[in-house]
Each structure stands twice: as C-alpha cells, then as structure tokens.
C-alpha cells in the first residue's frame, strides 16, 4: 500500500473550489515531522503550497496565501481548500511528509516521501 494517497483532483472553471484530500499511512521513527501539499508543472520546478510543521505552525507560498487552506485530522491525513481558483494553479498536487524542519523550512522539497498525485487543471 503506498502511503500517501491523494484524491479530489480534476477539471474546474476560472474562480472554483476543490478539496484534495491526502489519506497517510506513513510512519517515521521521528515522531514529528512536516506534511504539506506541492504541484509541479511540466518544465518548472516541484513548489511547496502549504505545509504544517511539528509544532503545527501553517506556512503557504505567496500564491495560495489567503485562497487556500491546509489542514491535518487526528490520523494526520490531510486536506487542502482551495478556492478562488486560477489558470496558474493548474499542476500536478502532490502530497507530502517526513521532512524536518520548521514553518516555512516545511515548504523546501528535499526530505519528503511522496504521494502519486492529483492532477488540478482550472481553465477558462
């Protein structure tokens, strides 16, 4: 079974909603660590989208910041809101844990185990 599944992808119009949900079954010898969301597009480089930290602390790039939302339940699975959607959002969303660090250190690529992904394509 792989760890990390993501779900909630898919196609919306210019200014919708979706929900990625992320279903974890990872384990680490660590007992905290980072999750977050990234996407990538063909050609460019893996960015960081939201990530929580082991304290909790919520970090975000400059492009979601106040469109979207991360969260994490009880069993750590977690989530992501994104609303007010854009044409530049259009990636592959990509699940994420296992890394150490701390608030925006969560948002760097380097460390994490990853999901399969969850294509996003928002157009006009």
């Known amino acids: ?10 196609s919306v ?3 919708g909603s979706l929900r990625l949900s992320c279903a974890s079954s990872y384990r680490s010898r660590v007992r905290e660590y980072c999750m977050g969301w990234f996407r990538q597009v063909s050609g460019k480089e893996r960015e960081g989208v939201a990530a929580i930290d082991p304290d ?3 970090a975000y ?14 069993s750590k699975n977690i989530y992501l ?8 959002d259009t990636a592959m969303y ?6 150490i660090g701390w608030g925006a ?4 690529s380097s460390g994490y185990t990853w999901g399969q992904g969850t294509q996003v ?3 006009s």
């Open 1 to 10: 079974q792989a760890q990390l599944v993501e779900s909630g992808g898919g």
């Open 13 to 15: 119009q210019v200014g």
């Open 56 to 58: 909790g602390e919520i």
């Open 61 to 74: 790039s400059e492009s979601a910041k106040g469109r979207f939302t991360i969260s994490k339940d009880n």
């Open 81 to 88: 809101q994104m609303n007010t959607l854009k044409a530049e």
């Open 94 to 99: 990509y699940c994420a844990a296992g890394r």
């Open 105 to 108: 250190e969560c948002l760097r």
């Open 121 to 123: 394509t928002v157009s």
